[in-house]
């Protein structure tokens, strides 16, 4: 998109090349952010989240530790936070998506020692999506191979120009290939339950009726099975048009759809994701196809892997048991805080408050808080304890995954504010903290 913005910064002059956005699950990494002499600063390529995010860095800045509204010392706001959690029962350690993989680790370490809950923003994003996957695997492949081969394009259920912004130009429906020659090369279809911004670039729109999806899937498997389905219209579109969709999927060289809330937020949740990858399998019989969710934010995939490692499963751990123990619908943050089964709770590089329901918000008023954040946000305006943190990608390095599971190594432009750590040495604090107290 080559975006550009300037301001004053007052930092050296440096050019960083290949530099990682740390805002979205497209995971850029050919941004250029140069600083001149003057402290003017310049990014070129990255769209205008990824410009904000990484210019974010003066506005709202939480720059001192407080505890109940008072500023204290990092020392007495780390021990105060591991107090919090060494004197629950049962604390939720939640967020996460918006930090690195070392951050990660240290905090899966940490919900364990405290024998509490750990989870990240996948339990109200793509969280169905990994249940899906649970029971029937993923055929999937990475945007550069969708980037070289991909001949038919499917956005399901997501609109990219709004929250990926660079997913089309980067790697799918604009750029060239090794064997595409870009946008002419490709059939872009975007299905939806209204028009935006993202289906107006496509070839073809199909307008599905909301909550219609896993019936619209299951109609194309038995068209792609069998030949036809019964009724004349599904979900709101007519046989004639699935059948149509269906052949053109069958007869592509290699198709991919790429999908999001559409899928995970609507009637059916996993099952309409279960159903969209059967069809891929399927399809599979008679070309490439692969379908990709859209993750959300930059580093969810990261936390999803790292989980995976460390305990076994993806997010919503729970270590009450001395085990590891998973059960989304039980033991991810919604549900913990609706059944009022938790007694604290530490939010890192995430703000519930402003995105979870009124329910979960009033309980989390109710019990201590703790939150770790770059930024003041209305969770950290519920806290008692705010810990300010280093942004991570921006003024820290760390490791990152992208949408497609490829990892990238997050870089440092700028020094965090004087004496703000990372979330990683904060979390680490903590941890030594705890075991002082246990
Ligand atoms: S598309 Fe996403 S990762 Fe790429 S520059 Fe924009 S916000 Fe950053």
């Known amino acids: ?151 038919l394009i499917i956005y399901w259920g997501c609109n990219p120009m709004h929250a990926h912004p660079r997913h089309m130009s980067r790697y799918s429906t604009f750029q060239k290939g090794r ?76 198709g991919v759809i790429f999908f999001g809330m559409g899928l995970t937020h609507t009637y059916g949740n996993y099952r309409n994701v279960r159903e969209a990858i059967l069809l891929v399998r399927d399809l599979n019989m008679y070309t490439k196809f692969a379908i990709i969710p859209m993750r959300g934010h930059y580093n969810v995939t990261g936390f999803n892997e790292v989980c995976t490692w460390q305990t076994g499963y993806p997010y919503a751990v729970d270590f009450t048991r001395d085990y590891p123990w998973y059960n989304p619908g039980e033991t991810d943050a919604n549900s913990l805080l609706i059944a009022e089964d938790v007694d604290a709770m530490l939010v890192i590089a995430a703000d519930p408050a402003a995105h979870f329901p009124k329910q979960a918000v009033e309980y989390m008023k109710r019990i201590p808080l703790v939150v770790i954040d770059p930024f003041e946000s209305l969770t950290s305006k519920l806290a008692d304890v705010v810990i300010p943190a280093a942004i991570a990608g921006v003024e820290v390095e760390g490791s990152a995954y992208r949408m497609d599971g490829v990892p990238l190594r997050l870089k440092k432009v700028f020094e965090p504010p004087e004496g703000v750590l990372s979330d990683e040495e904060i979390l680490k604090r903590i941890i030594s903290k705890v075991k002082e107290f246990l």
């Not at 204290?72 to 021990?79: F, G, H, M, P």
């Not at 289906?199 to 109609?219: W, Y």
């Not at 007519?238 to 052949?247: A, D, G, I, R, Y």
């Open 179 to 254: 064997f595409r020659k870009g946008r002419i090369s490709r059939k872009v279809v975007a299905v939806d339950v209204r028009p935006t911004e993202s289906t107006k670039l496509a070839d073809e729109f199909i307008q599905v009726e909301p909550n219609r999806d896993f019936e619209i899937f299951n109609a194309m498997r038995a068209i792609l099975n069998s030949g036809d389905c019964r009724g004349d219209v599904i979900g709101g579109v007519p046989k004639e048009k699935l059948k149509k969709l269906v052949e053109e999927m069958k007869s592509c060289q290699f």
């Open 1 to 151: 998109m080559g975006k550009e913005l300037t301001a004053s910064f007052g930092f050296d002059s440096m050019r960083v090349e290949a530099f990682v956005c740390p805002f979205c699950g497209a995971l850029c990494d050919d941004i250029i952010v140069e600083t001149g002499n003057n402290g003017d600063v310049k990014i070129e390529n990255a769209c205008v989240l990824g410009t904000r995010k990484i210019m974010a860095r003066t506005r709202g800045r939480i720059t001192k530790p407080m505890i109940g509204g008072k500023e204290v010392s990092i020392d007495e706001a780390i021990e105060r936070a591991a107090e919090i959690l060494v004197n629950a029962k049962k604390p939720l350690l939640y967020g996460f998506s918006s930090t690195s993989c070392e951050a990660h680790s240290a905090g899966i370490e940490l919900a364990e020692l405290v024998g509490g809950v750990v989870d990240c923003t996948s339990s109200v994003c793509h969280g169905p999506t990994i249940l899906a996957i649970h029971e029937v695997g993923v055929p999937s492949v990475t945007l550069g191979e969708v980037k070289n081969r991909a001949d």
